[in-house]
């Protein structure tokens, strides 16, 4: 049995890894291996913004503030202070789980509709004072960051490096870390599921009474995922303002935490894999939808709702009942889906 | 014999109605307490007290040597008591043994480290932990469901998967909330049996429960509430034949 | 030193009565169907932006504030039945996802048929303004108050007097019960969905002259709007009420008297605030968990 799980699990990272080797075969420009990395980045992000909201049901509408804190301080660190980055990286995420720590203590406790409102109103705070603290953060205007700085090498996406004898150019280069870091942030995800924790947060979200009653800290352990989402995101935060060079509030904004929430329930609300399809979706829609011109958010719009009323758990767990047995790596996944 | 649990002057007022008012009692280690009465009578009320889902307005209660009316649940599993509810609630996004490997959680956790980079102590620990709740379904009677859903399982079923999550915690005392409620008089029997042989293994039983049959049958001591008041505690016998008793149930 | 303080006042519940109606259409849906619509705000800007566009092809004030209100009101009831009714079993954040489809499409076309700009609308009376002990009174702000209180009496009498209002309410404490006494709640819910809309529709137009409108101002209004919901307690009118005056006033003190920049900011940290110690809002029910 725990020999099957294991091998699912790692089927499906395998899989992913797989994916990810072969899918620049298709680019046929810099600008598809962007966007590649763009959505391998949110990704990640929402793998961990799943853990919270598809595993422990404990709704956020502002995790994008945390995203946006682990870039500014990504780039405040590096850019203004000279900090290398991955010090950086790490005393951000340090940070970032803090303040989750601080601020969710008291909020997680508040249930259903309270609890969105006070994830937003947290976020729309944090969007707020990274709008106005210019001499610090440039205000509505943005900064610049300096190129990522992985043991002595300057990842620029215009650069051109060389790996093992290889001529690679500085896209591919960022597509690789952007990869990896995916990889290595659903094998994680899919470590804390399928684990005395993972029981624990999904306990939250199928009977919060249950959970106590044999024991589980339900407080400690809401904080604990609050947390670990808070951490993903300001990782991958910090990663995004490396890439872009650039950035600005909009990174912390409502409209990117709804995008990010998005992405996790249109993919599969706890579903690992699904809601990386999620994030691809989300991401490449626009493009797709590009040919509509000025019609293209009140499309964006319909599709959303249309999908979300047709396949109310989302792409990946109603593919999967669809055709069953065919994807058999995700069956471990499928059973996370809540009914609820 | 010790008092295992003790409740003194124990009250529970909800917007100025008394759901529970003064109510006094103790049970003793390795019994079958039960406590019974008309509906509304406050018994849920009261196993939401002792296992710390209400605070009481007034009153103490007592787990051993230590007063526990303001304990949270899961301090009080970490003392030894776990529960089952009346309305089940298990946990229908996991599968069943999950369920009960939850109740495992106190005894077989891992650290965040452990758990991130699956490390070798991580993966004994939930070997373990799978082959104990295994165990306990077959323990329990459910041992057909090992690999199933939880949502795929009957009411029965999730009735005594309930149960061997209950009984993982490796309770000292374990509170039943109606446990045959909506069972077939086969199951009921076999409930009673299951109950009797929880007990022989020196846990002691909490019960709340309309059926009488099963209660007379397995009890040592009754505590019979009537509009949140004690209208009588005893033995079976004196129980039934106790004219407060049989008023309140014959409606009078 | 009082005049100022005045002023702020007038302009925050100016803003707040406005803030009020807008929660008052979340707490109508809300207690028909505990559905959080983020659409809502979206009835705000039809209204506004209808009414502005209908004048503006010459059409009389009246007759296009009539319109602008009849056409937020189907839209009101569209939704209901083409996007939430069809979702009977979904999660809550599923509906939240879907409201906000429905939110990001209505804007969509808001913005093909009305383009990108802001518009302004002339003030309902001729007169400009008034001075009140020195601070400036604007004579939007008096229709404003106005038009708020008279539709608060009509909700009250419409709730108490009315089986239609009688009717939200038995669905409102009691889905179940109520379809067992006969009331069709479908039917309910769509006659909130309407008067949800309408509630915001007639806020998006009474505060246009004062606040400009645009496609996009559905989005903050109705974000402020869930704000003084959620401050007044989800469910409750009064809270809606409350709250809806309590965030203007707090957030015109702050743009006041500490910076604009952080008016937003001193908003939401109210409803933190206010959470921490009331987790269910000012006039939220208390509910006991039933195990």
């Not at chain 3, 108490?160 to 309910?188: F, W």
């Not at chain 3, 006033?249 to 006041?256: F, L």
Request: aromatic fraction near 8%; charge should be neutral; proline fraction near 3%.
């Amino acid at each position: 049995m725990l020999n099957q799980i294991m091998q699912s699990r790692l089927r499906g990272v395998m899989l992913l890894g797989l994916i990810l080797i072969f899918l620049p075969a298709f680019f046929a420009n810099p600008f598809h291996y962007e966007l590649a990395i763009q959505v391998g980045i949110v990704a990640a992000t929402v793998v961990g913004l799943n853990l919270l909201v598809g595993f422990a049901g404990q709704i956020s509408l502002g995790h994008a503030g945390f995203f946006g804190l682990g870039a500014y301080f990504s780039g405040i660190a590096t850019g203004t202070y000279g900090w290398s980055s991955i010090p950086a990286l790490v005393a951000g995420a340090i940070a970032v789980g803090v303040v989750a720590w601080i601020v969710g203590r008291p909020i997680l406790r508040l249930k259903g509709h309270y609890l969105s409102m006070a994830t937003l109103a947290v976020g729309f705070i944090i969007a707020i004072i990274l709008e106005n603290e210019r001499a610090l953060t440039g205000g509505p205007d943005g900064m610049s960051v300096p190129p990522l700085e992985v043991f002595g090498w300057q990842l620029s996406t215009f650069g051109r490096y060389s790996l093992f004898g290889l001529e690679i150019s500085g896209v591919q280069a960022w597509y690789m870390v952007a990869g990896v870091l995916l990889v290595i942030a659903t094998w994680f995800a899919l470590n804390i599921i399928e684990s005395p924790i993972g029981r624990a947060l999904r306990s939250l979200k199928g009977s919060e009474v249950a959970a106590g009653v044999v024991g589980v800290n339900t407080t400690k352990y809401k904080s604990l995922v609050f947390v670990v989402s808070a951490v993903y995101a300001s990782i991958m935060g910090g990663i995004y303002a490396h890439f872009q060079g650039f950035i600005t509030p909009d990174l912390a904004s409502f409209d990117f935490s709804i995008v990010l929430i998005t992405m996790v329930v249109i993919g599969g609300m706890g579903s690992t894999f699904g809601v990386i399809l999620g994030a691809v979706v989300i991401e490449l829609l626009p493009q797709a939808l590009a040919d509509f011109q000025e019609l293209e958010m009140a499309m964006f719009g319909l599709i959303l709702m249309v999908t979300m009323i047709f396949m109310p758990k989302g792409l990946l767990p109603t593919l999967n009942s669809v055709v069953p047995n065919i994807t058999r790596k995700k069956a471990a996944e499928v059973r996370h889906d809540s009914t609820g | 014999m010790t008092a295992l649990v003790e409740v003194k002057g124990l009250d529970k007022v909800f917007g100025g109605v008394h759901a529970v008012e003064d109510v006094n009692f103790s049970v003793e280690a390795g019994k079958v307490y039960s406590v019974i009465g008309p509906n509304g009578a406050g018994k849920t009320t009261l196993l939401n007290l002792i296992t710390g889902l209400y605070t009481p307005t007034k009153g103490e209660i007592r787990l051993g040597d230590e007063s526990t009316a303001r304990l949270t649940s899961n301090q009080l599993a970490e003392r030894g008591m776990c529960r089952t509810f009346q309305h089940m609630q298990v946990c229908m996004n996991m599968t069943a043994i999950e369920n009960v490997m939850l109740g495992l959680h106190l005894r077989f956790n891992s650290g965040l480290l452990a758990t991130l980079f699956r490390l070798p102590s991580m993966r004994r620990n939930e070997a373990l932990a799978r082959e104990r709740a295994a165990q306990l379904m077959d323990y329990v009677g459910c041992g057909d469901y090992l690999a199933s859903e939880a949502s795929a399982m009957s009411y029965g079923a999730l009735k005594r998967l309930e149960l061997a999550r209950a009984l993982a915690v490796d309770p000292k005392v374990i509170l039943l909330d109606e446990p045959a409620a909506g069972l077939n008089a086969t199951e009921t029997a076999a409930l009673e049996e299951l109950i009797r042989k929880i007990a022989e293994q020196g846990v002691t039983v909490i019960l709340v429960e309309h059926d009488m049959k099963l209660v007379m049958g397995i009890s040592d001591q009754l505590l019979v509430l009537n509009y949140g008041r004690v209208l009588a505690e005893g033995t079976p016998e004196q129980i039934s034949q106790n004219p407060d008793v049989i008023a309140a149930y014959l409606g009078g | 030193m009082f005049s100022e303080f005045l002023q702020y006042l007038f302009t925050g519940t100016t803003i707040g009565a406005t803030y009020a109606l807008i929660a008052l259409g979340f707490t109508l849906i809300y207690n028909a169907s505990h559905v959080i619509n983020f659409a809502q705000g979206e009835f705000v800007m039809i209204g506004g932006m209808t009414t502005v566009a209908l004048t503006g092809m010459g059409m009389p004030m009246i007759v296009a504030v009539v319109l602008a209100v009849i056409l937020a009101s189907v839209l009101g009831l569209a939704l209901q039945r083409l996007a939430i009714a069809p979702a009977k079993q979904a999660d809550v954040v599923t509906l939240i996802i879907i409201t906000i489809g429905a939110s990001i499409f209505i804007r969509g076309i808001a913005q093909v048929v009305w383009g990108k700009e802001y518009h302004s609308m002339p003030n309902f009376s001729a007169t400009q303004s008034l001075e009140v002990f020195g601070a400036v009174l604007n004579s939007q702000s008096l229709w404003v108050f106005g038009i708020g209180a008279v539709l608060v009496v009509a909700l009250v009498l419409f709730f108490t007097k009315t089986l239609s209002g009688k009717a939200i309410l038995a669905t409102s404490m009691n889905k179940e019960a109520a379809r067992l006494v006969g009331i069709r709640t479908q039917v309910v819910l769509m006659l909130a969905f309407m008067v949800s809309a309408f509630l915001g529709s007639v806020a998006g137009i009474v505060v246009a002259p004062i606040t400009f409108t645009s496609y996009d101002i559905g989005i903050i209004l109705g974000l402020k709007g869930f704000v003084a919901a959620a401050i007044g307690g989800l469910g409750s009118g009064v809270g809606a009420i409350v709250g809806g005056l309590a965030l203007g006033i707090v957030e015109a003190m702050a743009a006041g008297y500490i910076s604009s920049d952080y008016k937003d900011a001193v908003a939401f940290s109210m409803i933190l605030l206010v959470l921490f110690f009331m987790p269910r809002g000012l006039f939220g029910a208390k509910v006991v968990e039933r195990v």
